[in-house]
């Protein structure tokens, strides 16, 4: 009587567990350290924050501020990356660098005010992924009220006042725009704070 065909296939696989002659996994992996953050890559990163990737996160946000934000503004999943970078960031007590960062993101003027031409209308490319990151930012800090005095000195700006809305107060940065490049950026600020 020939053998069942299931204790053929058991005895294979024995066999083959047997003989396999990779190395036994060490007691403990060692830490991986992060790779490099692009600009291109911050989403897909920003999905897995934890206190190794943090870092790498802050750096491309440094590196590039304005192609980070470009990035989390036109990418699938870039307003979920954003909040959750953000939201990363207070908690471990890094509100000042996000406030530099924002800051750094919206000190120009003159680069939020320019106006291109695309698809037949005016756009103004810088306003919108300044007003996205802003917005990220106050949904953020709306949910961690405790790290607007670090973030607004890290930012050099005066913190709000008791009980003013954090978009409100993030926007006042940007009042001095001309009214389209403004509108660009509170239409922006709202996609980028929305839950």
């Not at 490049?181 to 839950?195: C, E, I, K, N």
Request: hydrophobic content about 50%.
């Amino acid at each position: 009587m020939p053998a069942p065909r299931w204790l053929l296939i058991l005895a294979t696989l024995t066999m083959l567990t047997a003989c396999d002659s990779s190395p036994a996994a060490p007691d403990a992996a060692p830490e991986a350290t992060p790779a490099a953050v692009t600009t291109e890559s911050f989403i897909a990163a920003a999905a897995r924050i934890d206190a190794n990737a943090l870092p790498a996160l802050a750096d491309a946000v440094d590196a590039d501020p304005a192609g980070v934000a470009n990035q989390l503004q036109s990418g699938l999943g870039g307003r979920r990356a954003l909040q959750a970078y953000a939201a990363a960031m207070l908690e471990s007590g890094q509100a000042d660098r996000l406030g530099r960062q924002w800051a750094a993101l919206t000190a120009d003027p003159t680069a939020l005010s320019t106006a291109e031409q695309r698809d037949g209308g005016v756009w103004h490319p810088r306003a919108e992924d300044a007003g996205f990151f802003t917005g990220g930012i106050a949904a953020a800090l709306s949910q961690n009220p405790k790290a607007l005095p670090d973030f607004a000195q890290g930012a050099g700006v005066v913190p709000p006042a008791p009980g003013q809305d954090v978009s409100e107060w993030l926007s006042a940065r940007i009042d001095a725009l001309p009214r389209p490049a403004r509108a660009a950026f509170d239409q922006a600020l709202h996609a980028g704070a929305v839950r």
